[in-house]
């Protein structure tokens, strides 16, 4: 098997209303990949596409029930007032540099299928610090689409980041305007050590007044506070040392926020 | 050359009964590998084909005679009263991402050509921890397989192993999925460390309780004898400082038994 | 995708007066890739062919007005009087050994397809050592071109360097040999650690006292004094042990100088 | 490109007198490619076949006169009263797993295309410790082999080495067994740690033995000197503390010695 995509949906004859893509997969402090998680629970939104590939590493996932899942990417369809989300989660990116192009090129033939007329994808910017406050930085495949996002909030600064964007969240952009797709990349700044869900809120509230859309967050503030509660036990243990076996633990309370960078 | 298979029998003539195919390939404790080997030793299995790939390392073993066998799987048939094992058994996984999906699928050709009924995939789970007692865990593709499995002794427990399953003991189940062979991966708790005869024995009893299948296991207790010898001789060394001239030695007395976590 | 080729002009009907092709890709100290850039800039050369591909880095460059650039190399034509120079410039070489062969392949397809009559890579000759003068030194594909790049004052010594060259400046050499296309590499030295704009202008007055072209090097000078006070600065900081702060300021003041070998 | 493969002769009308092949590559204490390389010079031996791929590492080596040879390796035919040699000999094995077992049936299609009789591989078997004696331990794809080669001092034992052959020198003896090709593999005993032309020599005595062929040592003897100077260096240098700078110098001096494993 190279890749094996599954559509549980006809994309010739679904008939969608003004449809975005939304992607958030793994990559810095899971910004990006808890949104999309989020927004595919509390939109309730339905499974149209499983991607398997290669390029994903060689492992299954174990769920509640004790049968296997393999690791992919999962396009998933919400459909609100104004707009058909496809959001694009999934439990991987690319193990080898060659897979991330030919990934993205797969999603963007699901773009192309269910003709979106844009693509947001999400990602945490690092910036190595602690901040009370975290803000959302955007880059672009075509200027025109800056104004808009700069109305919402969206922070546009020359050149940033600096080391510019890796993975499927910049690829993606690169590759949408050799399909003439307008697509922006929001990034909220995160550390870049841990899982970071109040970036994530951040960024999802920003995405929301986009996209005009209503999304209950208190999922995503139920895990705001575990990672809390994971970062007091963290400093804790540097006084009290028993940091070691709460890292043991950690992982099965909430394995959405197993990252550490 | 890609891949190399050389079939000693041909699966269009070939009767079985009533036949399940169980894989046992280097792992974790490389505790599947030490049941499938045991199991074509004391059933005296018969090879029905070879799997050459260049996904396997380039590197050949060389036997008693000073005759060398390039690493490389291997298909065993033994017969039994209630049930045909085929028995999947080898030197390697695949040294790369992709090669593991590939030669799943090729694992998975042998499964339909030779019309298998049930796949069980063997494996160790590391629990980092020395334990008197060891016991068996279980991941299944189909749900309705759990009941039986748990009568006769496995452990389900939700999202567990928490991390998933890595190579080709997860991967078949899910790619059986696909071509809608039940399969279960049926795994010994184990250090993690060493190669652990011991949690083998615990699977191969469970394993041979679940097919109704007979198996004389003094091979593989002879085993467990020489790893307890290891063992006692690694605890010793610690005080002794004379481990390194040990390990020097392990490897020549058995080569089943070289395992390093 | 593979590679991505895109042609912004038809080498069917252009008609270019001797041309000569320069490649200055990434490498050590930087010295070709400042000698390319430098000289599409300062010649105010066209860009003619967009290369992409998966041999790339998965990454996007964020420019100064917010949008992405994909990872790639770039041919540009610049038009002097004695000769029409298509340089190669771009971010980045392979990121595996396979990909350095399919893409020394393309690049000699261009230059088999513009008609070039030689072509000159550069690059970086690393001496592990800071000195005051640098010197070019130079290996070819054919014997024939020594004596006339000696009279120009580029030294051949016998063997080397002697590991050889690494990447695209030597694979070019050794490939264009098999499309009978003169070649020659000049190495500028360098230490090897840090970015070297003062190597790339001896380079540089070398290849265009061969070339008879006449470029202005102010933009060089101005990289030059930079790098010297980064270098003053790192020297301070071992005293000052501010060097770490310095560290990360340098990257955003002038991102051609980050290169740390 | 992926293979470029430059034949010199043809090998349809090639007539040979008992051909064996002998394989002599970069690997452990560089053993066997220093045989290789002695037998192509001292038997003057005409060169054949060019083997380039994209397999081996992106580099070019510069020779001196400055022109640049491309990593690869290469067929040489030396014609002897009682056999025909085609040695092989080269710069490099594959950067990657895959790679080398498609460049191992590269090699094989030589001696199916030359109708070889026989391949002796060359290499090194480490051993950790440094020996006044070395010998030559053997393994075979062929049992019958193994009575001729004991009488000529070839020491078999069994299941030796341990850990199995890895690289060209085994593979080819499995892969060539696929084609009815009988084939040794030809161990010289070596520390592991640097360039052994002792253990060549000893080597290349017992390969003389077995062919009925004679060679002069003259230039090997060379060698073993200047290792012995390099070694006695290397003490001296663990009590003078110059070893830094005298590694520095090794190379420069005798490129063939530059090996440390």
């Known amino acids: ?23 958030g997969l793994p990559g810095v402090g899971h910004v990006g990949k808890l949104v999309a998680d989020h927004l595919v629970e509390a939109l309730n939104a339905e499974k149209i596409v499983d991607v398997y590939s290669e390029h994903f590493p060689p492992q299954v996932m174990v769920k509640e029930d004790s049968t296997v899942e393999l690791v992919g990417n999962r396009l998933y369809l919400a459909k609100t007032d104004k707009t058909d989300l496809l959001i694009l989660a999934g439990d991987s990116q690319s193990t080898d540099p ?30 190595g610090v602690m901040a009370d406050e975290n803000y959302v930085i955007g880059a672009v495949n075509n200027v ?52 970071d869900p109040k970036s994530s809120k951040t960024l999802l509230g920003k995405l929301c007044d986009i996209l005009d859309v209503e999304v209950n967050m208190d999922a995503l503030d139920e895990k705001i506070k575990d990672m809390d509660q994971i970062v007091e036990k963290i400093k804790d243990s540097v006084v009290g040392e028993d940091g070691d076996e709460y890292y043991e633990q950690a992982p099965a309370s909430d394995e959405d926020l197993v990252y550490f960078g």
Chains 1, 2, 3, 4 share one sequence.
Do not use: W
């Open 1 to 23: 098997m190279q890749e094996e995509i599954i559509y549980h949906v006809d994309y010739n004859t679904l008939e969608l209303n003004n449809p975005v893509m939304i992607v």
């Open 98 to 127: 060659a897979g991330h192009y030919r990934l993205c090129d797969i999603y963007l033939d699901f773009a192309s299928e269910f003709k979106v007329n844009r693509i947001f994808t999400l990602g945490g910017y690092p910036t």
């Open 144 to 195: 025109k689409l800056i104004d808009d996002l700069k109305e919402k909030g969206i922070q546009f600064n020359p050149s940033e980041p600096p080391g510019g964007i890796v993975g499927a969240s910049g690829l993606i952009l690169s590759l949408a305007k050799f399909r003439n797709i307008d697509a922006a990349c929001l990034m909220g700044t995160t550390t870049g050590y841990i899982a």
